[in-house]
């Protein structure tokens, strides 16, 4: 809770503006706990405030905050959450940076989908085409794949670029954009384990 903050005189005013990364001195309240100061260390928020800018880090908020427990310190979470908000502010097509972020999210959770293999069978999907089946937790081969079910397909090309986005950080290829059928895939698994469509993705 920070008191005040919408007064013109507050010393908060400007510092915990939406995407700042602040340091924080807080009294621990009853429910929530009280802001006493901020200390600014990284302040985007002049570049995120550009519209599109401003919806995917929204959706990066909404995703973060939905999966994680509050008082559970996750420094993996938090390392992405950093790193992703500096590269939507510099970025001039930010909604491109979603579906990596998507992965190592889920990743850092623990409820990545397998991509080099069928979640069903384990069979081999690099090379081959796979459907999307989220509730199965991830990638099925075509002998599992029941025909009357309307899942996403993805070709051999699809499954290179899913191998490829969810290269570790570091990896040269990581810079590597989702294909539409990839994004699309990605989102479902997202929407599956969130449970809903995310909000800010409208
Ligand atoms: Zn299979």
Not at 31 to 40: F, G, H, Y
């Amino acid at each position: 809770m920070a008191k005040g903050v919408r007064r013109a005189k507050s010393h908060f005013a400007g510092r915990l503006e939406f995407g700042n990364e602040v340091e924080l001195q807080m009294h621990h309240g009853r429910s929530l706990d009280v802001i006493v100061n901020a200390d600014i260390l990284h302040a985007p928020w002049e570049r995120l405030v550009e519209p599109e800018r401003f919806a995917v880090a929204q959706l990066v908020a909404e995703l973060i905050d939905a999966f994680c427990e509050p008082d559970l310190a996750l420094p993996e979470v938090y390392a992405l959450l950093t790193g992703v908000l500096s590269a939507v502010a510099a970025s001039n097509d930010p909604r491109a940076l979603v579906p990596r972020f998507s992965l190592r999210l889920l990743s850092s959770l623990g409820v990545e989908p397998p991509i080099d293999a069928c979640v069903l069978c384990q069979k081999d999907l690099i090379d081959g085409h796979a459907w999307v089946d989220s509730q199965a937790g991830g990638f099925i081969c075509a002998r599992c794949r029941e025909s009357w079910r309307d899942l996403i397909e993805l070709d051999a090309e699809d499954v290179r670029n899913l191998a490829d986005l969810g290269a570790p950080r570091g990896v040269a290829r990581a810079r590597v954009q989702a294909r539409p059928r990839v994004a699309a895939a990605i989102e479902e698994i997202v929407v599956h384990h969130l449970g809903r469509k995310p909000k800010a993705a409208s």
